[in-house]
Protein backbone atom coordinates (compact mmCIF):
# COMPACT_ATOMS: atom_id res chain seq x y z
CA UNK A 1 0.00 0.00 0.00
CA UNK A 2 2.53 2.36 1.04
CA UNK A 3 5.18 1.73 -1.38
CA UNK A 4 8.88 0.02 -1.08
CA UNK A 5 11.56 2.66 0.02
CA UNK A 6 14.38 2.25 -2.80
CA UNK A 7 16.53 4.19 -0.07
CA UNK A 8 17.28 7.00 -1.59
CA UNK A 9 15.80 10.55 0.43
CA UNK A 10 15.08 13.85 -1.41
CA UNK A 11 15.85 16.03 1.48
CA UNK A 12 14.69 19.39 0.83
CA UNK A 13 13.70 22.33 3.24
CA UNK A 14 10.69 25.03 1.98
CA UNK A 15 12.51 28.34 1.90
CA UNK A 16 10.52 31.20 3.81
CA UNK A 17 9.88 32.44 -0.15
CA UNK A 18 9.54 29.43 -2.26
CA UNK A 19 6.31 29.27 -2.92
CA UNK A 20 5.55 33.24 -2.98
CA UNK A 21 3.90 34.29 -5.82
CA UNK A 22 3.91 31.03 -7.22
CA UNK A 23 0.92 29.70 -9.47
CA UNK A 24 -0.64 26.27 -7.86
CA UNK A 25 -3.31 24.41 -9.19
CA UNK A 26 -4.70 21.76 -7.88
CA UNK A 27 -7.12 19.59 -9.45
CA UNK A 28 -9.66 18.14 -6.69
CA UNK A 29 -8.20 20.80 -3.72
CA UNK A 30 -11.90 20.90 -2.23
CA UNK A 31 -11.42 17.84 0.05
CA UNK A 32 -9.10 15.91 1.98
CA UNK A 33 -5.37 15.37 0.79
CA UNK A 34 -5.94 17.82 -1.83
CA UNK A 35 -7.58 20.71 0.35
CA UNK A 36 -5.16 20.01 3.03
CA UNK A 37 -2.31 20.95 0.12
CA UNK A 38 -4.17 24.05 -1.23
CA UNK A 39 -4.14 25.92 2.35
CA UNK A 40 -0.49 25.13 2.85
CA UNK A 41 0.74 26.79 -0.20
CA UNK A 42 -2.23 29.28 0.10
CA UNK A 43 -0.46 30.01 4.07
CA UNK A 44 3.24 29.75 2.41
CA UNK A 45 1.69 32.50 0.07
CA UNK A 46 1.29 30.93 -3.62
CA UNK A 47 -2.08 31.86 -5.63
CA UNK A 48 -4.08 28.35 -5.37
CA UNK A 49 -6.67 27.38 -7.81
CA UNK A 50 -8.38 24.51 -6.89
CA UNK A 51 -10.63 22.55 -9.19
CA UNK A 52 -13.55 20.34 -7.94
CA UNK A 53 -17.72 20.33 -7.53
CA UNK A 54 -18.19 22.93 -4.36
CA UNK A 55 -15.64 24.79 -2.58
CA UNK A 56 -15.84 23.68 1.15
CA UNK A 57 -13.85 25.93 2.70
CA UNK A 58 -13.35 29.42 1.65
CA UNK A 59 -9.02 30.03 2.00
CA UNK A 60 -7.73 33.60 1.89
CA UNK A 61 -5.36 33.35 -1.06
CA UNK A 62 -7.43 30.29 -2.87
CA UNK A 63 -9.58 30.87 -5.83
CA UNK A 64 -11.97 28.47 -6.96
CA UNK A 65 -13.05 26.67 -10.61
CA UNK A 66 -15.76 24.71 -10.39
CA UNK A 67 -15.16 21.41 -12.52
CA UNK A 68 -16.46 17.96 -12.75
CA UNK A 69 -13.72 15.70 -13.60
CA UNK A 70 -16.18 12.52 -14.57
CA UNK A 71 -16.50 13.32 -17.42
CA UNK A 72 -13.81 13.54 -20.58
CA UNK A 73 -15.49 16.46 -22.30
CA UNK A 74 -15.49 18.81 -18.66
CA UNK A 75 -12.17 17.72 -18.10
CA UNK A 76 -11.00 19.34 -21.49
CA UNK A 77 -13.63 22.51 -20.49
CA UNK A 78 -11.18 22.81 -17.09
CA UNK A 79 -8.12 22.61 -18.84
CA UNK A 80 -9.22 25.52 -21.36
CA UNK A 81 -10.07 27.40 -18.35
CA UNK A 82 -6.67 26.90 -16.18
CA UNK A 83 -4.02 29.90 -16.48
CA UNK A 84 -1.82 27.30 -17.35
CA UNK A 85 0.81 29.24 -19.57
CA UNK A 86 1.87 30.82 -15.46
CA UNK A 87 1.45 27.64 -13.52
CA UNK A 88 4.50 26.62 -11.38
CA UNK A 89 2.70 23.50 -10.20
CA UNK A 90 -0.22 21.34 -11.30
CA UNK A 91 -1.02 19.07 -8.58
CA UNK A 92 -3.81 16.13 -9.55
CA UNK A 93 -5.38 14.57 -6.21
CA UNK A 94 -9.44 13.81 -7.16
CA UNK A 95 -9.95 10.61 -6.78
CA UNK A 96 -12.49 8.10 -5.53
CA UNK A 97 -12.95 4.14 -4.40
CA UNK A 98 -15.34 1.63 -6.26
CA UNK A 99 -18.22 0.97 -4.17
CA UNK A 100 -20.28 -2.30 -4.10
CA UNK A 101 -22.44 -1.46 -7.07
CA UNK A 102 -20.61 -0.41 -10.78
CA UNK A 103 -21.28 3.10 -11.55
CA UNK A 104 -20.57 4.27 -15.23
CA UNK A 105 -20.43 8.30 -16.16
CA UNK A 106 -22.67 9.80 -18.56
CA UNK A 107 -19.72 8.81 -21.14
CA UNK A 108 -20.54 5.36 -19.99
CA UNK A 109 -16.72 4.75 -18.43
CA UNK A 110 -16.41 3.23 -14.95
CA UNK A 111 -16.51 5.68 -12.24
CA UNK A 112 -13.82 5.03 -10.07
CA UNK A 113 -11.57 4.89 -13.59
CA UNK A 114 -12.97 8.57 -14.69
CA UNK A 115 -12.59 10.16 -11.95
CA UNK A 116 -9.16 8.80 -10.48
CA UNK A 117 -7.23 8.22 -14.13
CA UNK A 118 -8.89 8.75 -16.96
CA UNK A 119 -9.41 12.43 -15.69
CA UNK A 120 -5.77 13.15 -15.43
CA UNK A 121 -4.78 11.38 -18.48
CA UNK A 122 -7.06 13.50 -20.35
CA UNK A 123 -6.26 16.49 -19.15
CA UNK A 124 -2.34 16.42 -18.77
CA UNK A 125 -2.15 15.45 -22.44
CA UNK A 126 -3.82 18.55 -22.83
CA UNK A 127 -2.50 21.10 -20.78
CA UNK A 128 1.31 19.61 -21.60
CA UNK A 129 1.32 22.07 -24.94
CA UNK A 130 0.66 25.19 -22.70
CA UNK A 131 2.83 24.23 -19.67
CA UNK A 132 6.27 26.53 -19.11
CA UNK A 133 9.37 24.14 -19.40
CA UNK A 134 9.30 24.51 -15.42
CA UNK A 135 6.44 23.47 -14.26
CA UNK A 136 6.00 20.00 -12.40
CA UNK A 137 3.32 17.98 -12.54
CA UNK A 138 2.08 16.07 -9.48
CA UNK A 139 0.10 13.25 -8.96
CA UNK A 140 -1.78 11.39 -6.41
CA UNK A 141 -2.52 8.03 -6.34
CA UNK A 142 -0.78 4.54 -5.45
CA UNK A 143 2.12 3.95 -7.21
CA UNK A 144 4.84 1.44 -6.20
CA UNK A 145 2.18 -0.63 -4.43
CA UNK A 146 2.64 -3.92 -6.46
CA UNK A 147 -1.14 -3.30 -8.10
CA UNK A 148 -0.38 -3.91 -11.74
CA UNK A 149 -0.64 -7.53 -10.93
CA UNK A 150 -4.31 -7.29 -9.93
CA UNK A 151 -4.87 -4.79 -12.96
CA UNK A 152 -6.64 -6.44 -15.71
CA UNK A 153 -5.64 -4.31 -18.91
CA UNK A 154 -7.56 -6.55 -20.86
CA UNK A 155 -11.13 -5.19 -18.97
CA UNK A 156 -10.02 -1.91 -18.65
CA UNK A 157 -13.06 -0.49 -18.29
CA UNK A 158 -14.63 -2.68 -15.83
CA UNK A 159 -17.19 -3.76 -17.40
CA UNK A 160 -17.09 -8.12 -16.70
CA UNK A 161 -14.64 -7.99 -14.03
CA UNK A 162 -16.10 -5.27 -11.32
CA UNK A 163 -14.39 -5.49 -7.79
CA UNK A 164 -15.40 -3.23 -5.14
CA UNK A 165 -12.89 -1.72 -2.57
CA UNK A 166 -8.99 -2.26 -3.63
CA UNK A 167 -9.17 -5.12 -6.15
CA UNK A 168 -8.51 -5.32 -9.69
CA UNK A 169 -11.17 -2.29 -11.06
CA UNK A 170 -9.23 -0.17 -8.45
CA UNK A 171 -5.83 -1.41 -9.58
CA UNK A 172 -6.60 -0.19 -13.07
CA UNK A 173 -6.74 3.38 -11.87
CA UNK A 174 -3.68 2.26 -10.08
CA UNK A 175 -1.67 1.75 -12.70
CA UNK A 176 -2.93 4.11 -15.04
CA UNK A 177 -1.94 6.79 -12.65
CA UNK A 178 1.80 5.15 -12.12
CA UNK A 179 2.21 4.37 -16.35
CA UNK A 180 1.24 8.31 -16.74
CA UNK A 181 4.28 9.67 -14.26
CA UNK A 182 6.90 7.06 -16.37
CA UNK A 183 5.00 8.02 -19.85
CA UNK A 184 5.71 11.79 -19.56
CA UNK A 185 8.87 11.80 -17.54
CA UNK A 186 10.64 10.03 -20.50
CA UNK A 187 8.89 12.86 -22.42
CA UNK A 188 10.47 15.31 -20.54
CA UNK A 189 8.25 16.73 -17.95
CA UNK A 190 8.93 17.17 -14.39
CA UNK A 191 6.42 14.63 -13.06
CA UNK A 192 6.27 13.01 -9.89
CA UNK A 193 4.10 10.46 -8.27
CA UNK A 194 2.58 10.58 -4.54
CA UNK A 195 1.88 7.22 -2.50
CA UNK A 196 -0.03 8.68 0.69
CA UNK A 197 -0.86 5.08 2.09
CA UNK A 198 -3.74 6.04 4.49
CA UNK A 199 -4.52 9.17 5.44
CA UNK A 200 -8.07 9.89 7.07
CA UNK A 201 -10.34 11.52 4.47
CA UNK A 202 -13.63 10.37 3.05
CA UNK A 203 -12.86 8.53 -0.08
CA UNK A 204 -13.28 5.43 2.08
CA UNK A 205 -16.82 6.31 2.33
CA UNK A 206 -18.55 3.99 -0.19
CA UNK A 207 -16.97 0.76 1.37
CA UNK A 208 -17.65 1.55 4.59
CA UNK A 209 -20.46 3.83 4.45
CA UNK A 210 -19.74 6.80 6.79
CA UNK A 211 -21.64 7.07 10.17
CA UNK A 212 -20.63 5.76 13.19
CA UNK A 213 -18.57 2.51 11.84
CA UNK A 214 -16.83 4.79 8.73
CA UNK A 215 -16.02 7.29 11.97
CA UNK A 216 -14.61 4.41 13.96
CA UNK A 217 -12.49 3.41 10.95
CA UNK A 218 -11.04 6.75 10.06
CA UNK A 219 -10.06 7.31 13.55
CA UNK A 220 -7.90 4.17 13.47
CA UNK A 221 -6.23 4.94 10.82
CA UNK A 222 -5.62 8.75 11.58
CA UNK A 223 -3.92 6.74 15.11
CA UNK A 224 -1.69 5.34 13.19
CA UNK A 225 -0.78 7.70 9.82
CA UNK A 226 -0.44 11.24 9.52
CA UNK A 227 -3.90 13.28 9.08
CA UNK A 228 -4.01 15.58 5.70
CA UNK A 229 -3.14 18.69 7.20
CA UNK A 230 0.43 16.50 8.57
CA UNK A 231 0.72 15.12 5.24
CA UNK A 232 0.54 18.22 3.58
CA UNK A 233 3.49 19.69 5.46
CA UNK A 234 5.39 17.28 4.64
CA UNK A 235 4.71 17.05 0.91
CA UNK A 236 4.72 21.31 0.70
CA UNK A 237 8.35 21.13 0.22
CA UNK A 238 8.61 19.13 -3.01
CA UNK A 239 6.38 21.49 -5.05
CA UNK A 240 9.78 23.62 -5.58
CA UNK A 241 12.05 20.79 -4.63
CA UNK A 242 14.94 21.07 -7.66
CA UNK A 243 15.11 17.83 -7.72
CA UNK A 244 11.69 17.28 -9.50
CA UNK A 245 13.35 18.69 -12.61
CA UNK A 246 16.44 16.77 -12.49
CA UNK A 247 15.06 13.24 -11.65
CA UNK A 248 12.18 13.00 -13.77
CA UNK A 249 9.72 11.03 -12.59
CA UNK A 250 10.08 9.74 -8.86
CA UNK A 251 7.59 8.10 -6.55
CA UNK A 252 7.30 9.31 -3.04
CA UNK A 253 6.28 7.59 0.40
CA UNK A 254 3.96 8.95 2.97
CA UNK A 255 6.94 10.53 4.57
CA UNK A 256 7.47 12.84 1.96
CA UNK A 257 11.16 12.30 1.51
CA UNK A 258 11.53 8.37 0.63
CA UNK A 259 11.59 7.28 -2.93
CA UNK A 260 10.10 4.30 -3.53
CA UNK A 261 10.41 1.98 -6.07
CA UNK A 262 8.01 1.33 -9.08
CA UNK A 263 6.11 -1.19 -10.01
CA UNK A 264 8.31 -3.45 -11.86
CA UNK A 265 6.32 -4.54 -14.62
CA UNK A 266 6.63 -0.64 -15.49
CA UNK A 267 10.64 -0.90 -15.38
CA UNK A 268 9.42 -1.68 -19.00
CA UNK A 269 8.84 0.84 -21.73
CA UNK A 270 6.29 -1.14 -23.31
CA UNK A 271 3.90 -1.80 -20.41
CA UNK A 272 3.81 1.97 -20.40
CA UNK A 273 2.74 2.27 -23.42
CA UNK A 274 0.24 -0.54 -23.33
CA UNK A 275 -1.20 1.78 -20.49
CA UNK A 276 -1.59 4.75 -22.44
CA UNK A 277 -2.66 3.26 -25.47
CA UNK A 278 -5.57 1.57 -23.54
CA UNK A 279 -6.43 4.67 -22.22
CA UNK A 280 -6.79 6.24 -25.59
CA UNK A 281 -8.80 3.73 -26.51
CA UNK A 282 -11.37 4.19 -23.54
CA UNK A 283 -11.46 7.68 -23.89
CA UNK A 284 -12.42 7.48 -28.06
CA UNK A 285 -14.78 5.06 -27.42
CA UNK A 286 -16.17 6.86 -25.02
CA UNK A 287 -16.31 10.65 -25.66
CA UNK A 288 -14.99 10.89 -29.37
CA UNK A 289 -11.58 11.02 -30.64
CA UNK A 290 -8.82 12.17 -29.16
CA UNK A 291 -4.92 13.04 -29.62
CA UNK A 292 -2.99 9.97 -29.17
CA UNK A 293 -0.71 11.28 -25.84
CA UNK A 294 2.93 11.52 -28.09
CA UNK A 295 3.79 14.85 -27.43
CA UNK A 296 6.84 15.50 -26.58
CA UNK A 297 8.38 17.99 -23.78
CA UNK A 298 11.10 20.43 -24.93
Request: aromatic share 6%; hydrophobic share 45%; with cysteine.
Amino acid sequence: MYGTRSGVKIAHQLGPNALAGKTVVIVGGTDGIGAALARAAAMAGAKVTVVGRSLRTEVQGVDFLKGDVSTMAECRSIVARLPLEITDVLVFTAGIVPGSEREVTAEGIEKDMAVSALSRHVMIQAAAPRLPRTARVLVWGFPGAGMLKKSIIVDFNSETTYKAGFESTHANTIALNEALVHYWAARGMAIAGFNPGLIKTAIRGPLHGGGCLGGCIESIINCFNPSAEEYASRILPLFMAPQLTTSKGLLFHQDGCSVIKPDAGFQNPATVAEWITAADRLVTKSAGPTTPATLIMS
